[in-house]
């Protein structure tokens, strides 16, 4: 814990220094162009991987980087709130949807009832990627574990992808061209993002 006290002692006297008029300027206001959505996975930092500073990403990371479909409801509050502000009164130009290698939120769907028997929050929290299942499940080139691992993880980018789309005037701003929505694979062991074409259907390196 000792460390983390230094740290924030270290940010004060250096990093703050260093960067004063910015987080001046911030103090009174906010103005993000990009809503990131990641997983809470500890090795996965929005702002190391884009190289971003404070007021760039409005950041929203949960278990999975899942996104719940749209529908007037008073479940995932945390998640729909921060999509609703970032879009309505953020207006943020872009939303990033980034998973991650070796995730185990991903990990966990494929996990027996009684394994989850220890997690029921978060057992229900991932039903919200059950369709992603379904669609791996219906590959038929799923020849060993690492190989479904993956699948999984990128299908479930693209399928959050979808369930952004449900959400009131996203569709509209994305065909307007005013809002951009990115699907990302970040390989955590080698620093390498891939970024979701939709026109090919696949990951390519950024
Ligand atoms: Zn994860």
């Not at 996104?67 to 953020?90: C, F, K, M, W």
């Not at 299942?133 to 693209?158: F, P």
């Amino acid at each position: 814990m000792e460390e983390l006290f230094n740290g924030v002692k270290a940010f004060n006297a250096e990093d703050y220094q260093d960067n004063k008029t910015l987080f001046r300027d911030l103090s009174r206001r906010q103005n993000p162009h990009t809503l990131f959505i990641g997983c809470s996975d500890s090795r996965v930092i929005p702002t190391l991987i884009t190289k971003t500073m404070p007021g760039d990403l409005f950041v929203v990371r949960n278990i999975a980087n899942l996104v719940p479909y749209y529908r007037q409801s008073g479940e995932y509050l945390s998640t729909t709130s921060a999509i609703e502000y970032a879009l309505n009164i953020l207006k943020v130009e872009n939303i990033i949807i980034c998973g991650h290698s070796n995730c185990g939120g991903c990990r966990a769907l494929w996990m027996k009832e009684e394994e989850l028997e220890s997690i029921p929050h978060t057992r229900h929290w991932l039903n919200l990627a059950f369709k992603v299942k379904d669609t791996v499940l219906r590959r038929q080139d799923m020849d060993d574990d690492i190989k479904r691992e993956r699948i999984t993880e990128q299908i479930n980018i693209v399928q959050q992808m979808n369930h952004l789309v449900t959400y009131p005037g996203v569709k509209e701003r994305y065909r307007q061209g005013k809002l951009n929505i990115y699907g990302w694979y970040y390989i955590i062991g080698t620093g390498e993002v891939f970024n979701y074409s939709r026109d090919r259907q696949v990951f390519e390196k950024i």
